[in-house]
């Protein structure tokens, strides 16, 4: 029997623990970090709520320690992503016919979990397949998972309340139904909480999906999945597949019943997504949701009136947390001429106490860069500086070595030139880019930084004078979907912060809003008329 309207109250956001020296978290962490280690995982795919194991099988070693295997995945073939998808679409009616509060005690159930039993598994997996230290994992794959799982929730329990007005005689309503087909999530190696959010946000709102996270997130996406599965989600519901992005994108958007895909990644496979979507377009059963969130050149702007500590340590986190492997990494920096000097020597002598290594020794604050690809490409970028002809020179860091790990030091370019190319290009590492101004051309500064760079995802302005605030708010108004105001430009928390951004950067759906939410329903309007007219007639078309 349901004969009640179920409500999910505003959780509070997950709080963050510490990991100070003799705390109990610490303690846990460092036993799941060696229980890990100690194993050699085997990672199936999970199509139908089978373990699904392929013939071909591919390593997975931590970006900081290349000498170590963790385990193993099994790349996926056609015939999986075919799988995948049949099996969303054999589980589809059914999941969409469960009601919510089974739906969503599911996802509250395993935000539970993840909070409780799986925090430290989940934290270790994080930490050691993508080489964050504890803190960085524990913001990530703890606490902004859990927030995403839980406030959705909220969120779509307030959408459900949502209801048209019904005038004396009618009855209006809608329904909030889901997609008529499959979701494709396709997600980035980045954060566990985004591949954990981007399936489970379509999938709470009644869809089925199939998830393809990055290949260098398979070892913690799998953590995730296992807790799905102990929450009770129904077989089908969510698939999790390794095809390589191409393959998985030709099958999913030539299939009728192709009805979304939710991707965060880099401009460039957006786009290329975009295109193939574009191009089936008379194929489809209906017209697919493309919600994408993708690159950033975040920017830090100071102005002459900004506290020079506020600005070092913005610029020193901001930065460099996660090896600046954030989407929202301040990665250009404007510094005025009669702070520059002060700034840039705080800083350097700040990012000299910042050690560099392993994750599981905790005092490190840098781990190493993903996987080889993106070291050789920030590497690149470092050893450009030298053929600039004087544009740019470097600052401190450059260092780059892969003998154990992809480690490359906090770097800090300066240059003469504001459109030099690190100021604009997403390098999507340990490197910041800083270019000085003159302190009294601040205003027109503002035009060039906003000129500078295709994307708009975050962006912080540094000041004292609140007149200068109010300017800068009002003139950067499309430079960034996240703009913050002495504070650095990374670290949005769920129901806080939504987060995303517009111009090359994504289509601005705010992840872990209630805005996402509304893109993966399709609402059906029902009218019913209590005592139906029973003829055409209107009064105007009376004759006199
Ligand atoms: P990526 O674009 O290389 O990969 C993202 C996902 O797309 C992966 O699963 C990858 O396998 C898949 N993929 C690659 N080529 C594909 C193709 N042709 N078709 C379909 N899928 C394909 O990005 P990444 O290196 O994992 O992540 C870093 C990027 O993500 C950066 O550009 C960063 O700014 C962006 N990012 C953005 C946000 C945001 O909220 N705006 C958040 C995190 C990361």
């Not at 099958?251 to 990644?265: D, L, S």
């Not at 920017?299 to 929202?328: I, M, N």
């Not at 005092?363 to 500086?385: L, Q, R």
């Not at 790990?405 to 504001?418: A, C, K, L, Q, S």
Request: one cysteine or more; charged letters at 20%.
């Amino acid at each position: 029997m349901n004969n009640a309207y179920f409500d999910f109250a505003e959780p509070k956001n997950e709080p963050v623990l510490s990991y100070a020296p003799g705390s109990a978290e610490r303690k846990a962490l460092m036993a799941a970090l060696a229980e890990l280690k100690s194993q050699k995982r085997d990672i199936p795919m999970y199509i139908d709520g089978e373990e699904v194991r392929g013939d071909k099988k591919a390593e997975i070693r931590p970006p900081h320690e290349t000498g170590h295997l963790l385990g193993y995945y099994y790349p996926s073939s056609d015939e999986h992503v075919h799988n995948a998808i049949d099996a969303a679409l054999n589980a589809r009616e059914s999941w969409a016919a469960t009601s919510w509060e089974h739906r969503a005690s599911i996802f509250m159930k395993a935000a539970e979990l993840l909070a409780t039993k799986y925090r430290y598994r989940m934290n270790a997996a994080t930490m050691l397949g993508q080489s964050k230290n504890a803190f960085q994992a524990e913001i990530d794959s703890a606490c902004e998972l859990i927030d995403f799982l839980r406030f959705n929730v909220h969120f779509l329990s307030q959408i459900y309340k949502q209801q048209p007005l019904s005038p004396q005689g009618m009855d209006n309503r809608m329904e909030y139904r889901p997609l008529e087909g499959f979701v494709l999530a396709v997600t980035p190696f980045n954060f566990t909480a985004i591949g954990g959010n981007l399936p489970t946000a379509p999938a709470m709102c009644g869809n089925v999906v199939v998830w393809k996270p990055a290949n260098t997130q398979i070892y913690s996406a799998s953590v995730f999945m296992e807790i799905l599965i102990e929450a009770g989600l129904p077989n089908g519901v969510i698939n999790l597949i390794y095809p390589s992005g191409p393959v998985v994108g030709e099958i999913c958007y030539a299939h009728p019943y192709f009805a979304g895909v939710h991707f965060t990644g880099s401009t460039g496979v957006f786009q290329s997504m975009w295109k193939s979507i574009g191009n089936n377009i008379s194929r489809y059963k209906s017209y697919p949701r493309i919600v994408g969130e993708t690159g950033g050149k975040d920017f830090v702007f100071v102005h002459p009136t900004a506290s020079v500590d506020a600005v070092v340590a913005g610029l020193a986190r901001g930065a460099f947390e996660y090896q600046g492997q954030k989407c929202s990494a301040a990665s250009r920096a404007y510094l005025p001429a009669n702070l520059a000097d002060e700034i840039k020597k705080k800083l350097v002598a700040e990012l000299a106490t910042m050690k560099m290594g392993i994750v599981d020794d905790f005092t490190n604050f840098i781990n190493a860069v993903i996987d080889e690809k993106a070291f050789n490409s920030i590497e690149a970028y470092i050893k450009n500086v030298a053929d600039s002809n004087g544009a740019a020179k470097i600052l401190c860091g450059g260092k780059c070595d892969k003998s154990k790990g992809y480690f490359i030091e906090p770097t800090v370019i300066e240059t003469t030139d504001p459109s030099y190319v690190t100021m604009c290009e997403e390098i999507f590492g340990p490197v910041l880019t800083i270019y000085n101004y003159e302190t009294d051309n601040w205003i027109q500064e503002l035009e060039v930084l906003d000129n500078t760079s295709p994307y708009a995802l975050t962006g912080a302005i540094f000041a004292r004078d609140r007149n200068a605030i109010e300017f800068m708010t009002k003139a950067l108004v499309n430079s960034a979907g996240n703009f913050y105001i002495n504070d650095k430009p990374t670290g949005a928390v769920v129901g806080q912060q939504p987060f995303g951004g517009a111009r090359a950067s994504g289509t601005n759906d705010k992840a872990g809003s209630v805005l996402n939410l509304y893109r993966w329903l399709s609402p059906r309007t029902i009218k019913e008329t209590y005592v139906s007219p029973e003829n055409y007639r209107y009064p105007f078309h009376q004759a006199d």
